[in-house]
């Protein structure tokens, strides 16, 4: 019997890690001007040019002739929210009252800015029956104020969750599987009552379907 000979292959795999170090004086930085009056004095600047102000060590950038430059911050201060008339809540130096800005307008021009991620929500995990191919019906809200109005499980002092009106919110489904649902007929009407058809069931017991509310 012949014996084919074994060749043995070895392979030694070195790790070489590198450290490097930045140059400071390799890195790009912005164009840099001492005070507004610089920044002002720049011809012909075009619109989206950055320049860092050295006075208020504050980034610019140009907007156009109407605007000129303007901070590049969003520091939700009130100067940055747009009112149409100045507040002047006191009417210091008026004779008669004016069309000055009220407290309810104030408050709705700031809630976009603070508030606009904190108005999205999930609601709680449901099931969704899917056995059978059909045309059927599920109530998000009260699904959602069911668990939301009595969960499982507190920690201590832990007060009621507050749940919001059915017409104070905006219901939407982001993702459903088509190979489940029939997409296209999905509906949720404005009291969160959703209308689904089944048109498959899923191969490994398992689906998605994503919903998302948004307070109005």
């Known amino acids: 019997m012949k014996k084919l000979p074994l060749t043995l292959f070895l392979f030694s795999i070195w790790s070489t890690v590198i450290f490097g170090q930045l140059d400071a004086n390799s890195l790009m930085g912005l164009p840099t001007a001492t005070d507004m009056a610089e920044i002002n004095g720049i011809a ?39 009112l149409a008339t100045p507040i002047d809540v006191d009417q210091s130096g008026e004779a008669a009252p004016t069309a000055e800005t009220n407290v309810q307008e104030v408050i709705q021009a700031i809630a976009p800015i603070t508030s606009g991620a904190a108005r999205v929500f999930y609601p709680p995990s449901i099931e969704v029956p899917v056995a059978t191919n059909g045309t059927f019906t599920l109530n998000l809200y009260t699904q959602y104020t069911a668990q939301f109005s009595s969960p499982t499980a507190t920690s201590p002092s832990a007060p009621n969750i507050p749940v919001y009106a059915a017409n104070e919110l905006h219901y939407y489904v982001t993702f459903a599987d088509p190979s489940v649902f029939n997409t296209s007929s999905m509906s949720i009407d404005a009291n969160g009552v959703l209308t689904y058809t089944v048109i498959g069931q899923p191969v490994d017991f398992n689906t998605l379907i994503n919903v998302v509310f948004v307070v109005k």
Do not use: C, F, K, M
Not at 53 to 59: A, F
């Open 44 to 82: 012909s600047p075009q619109i989206g040019s950055i320049v860092y102000n050295l006075g208020d060590e504050e980034i610019y950038r140009y907007t156009g002739v109407t605007n000129g430059w303007l901070a590049a911050t969003d520091d939700q201060l009130d100067s940055e929210v747009n």
